[in-house]
């Protein structure tokens, strides 16, 4: 019988370790638990004065793009006038170069012979005109 003894006297020492054990995790548990609450108490409160920081600047940000936008499409609008402003220069420069290829046949000597006679005829016609009136 006294072995049996011996052996519940064991298996309580045994049982009172596991227990010690167990009660110094879940204080360490319950410790780290506390300083985990602490942590986030912290940071809760950070939170709380960075939050409307936070959302003054989402508000700029989102007026800046809003700027940002409308300058985009001003200078667009610049681009496209800058590009009907080239094909109007296009179009002029195709226009003179044609007048001047057909200005060559109008410069030969027989049409400024032609020309010089047109002009003294209505200086001759202007002259009389004068001297009627």
């Given at each position: ?17 596991v ?54 499409n ?49 200086d ?10």
């Amino acid at each position: 019988m006294d072995f049996v003894y011996i052996g519940v006297f064991i298996f309580a020492l045994a049982f009172a370790l596991v227990v010690i054990y167990a009660s110094l995790a879940l204080k360490r548990a319950a410790n780290t638990m506390e300083s985990l609450s602490e942590t986030l108490d912290e940071v809760e409160k950070k939170m709380h004065t960075i939050t409307p920081e936070l959302r003054t600047t989402v508000k700029e940000t989102g007026k800046t793009v809003d700027d940002l936008q409308d300058k985009i499409n001003a200078v667009d609008n610049l681009f496209v006038t800058l590009e009907n402003l080239g094909a109007s220069v296009n179009k002029g420069s195709q226009y003179l170069n044609e007048q001047t290829e057909n200005a060559s046949t109008y410069t030969s000597p027989k049409n400024r012979f032609r020309a010089m006679e047109t002009l003294k005829w209505a200086d001759v016609v202007y002259k009389l005109y004068k001297k009627v009136k």
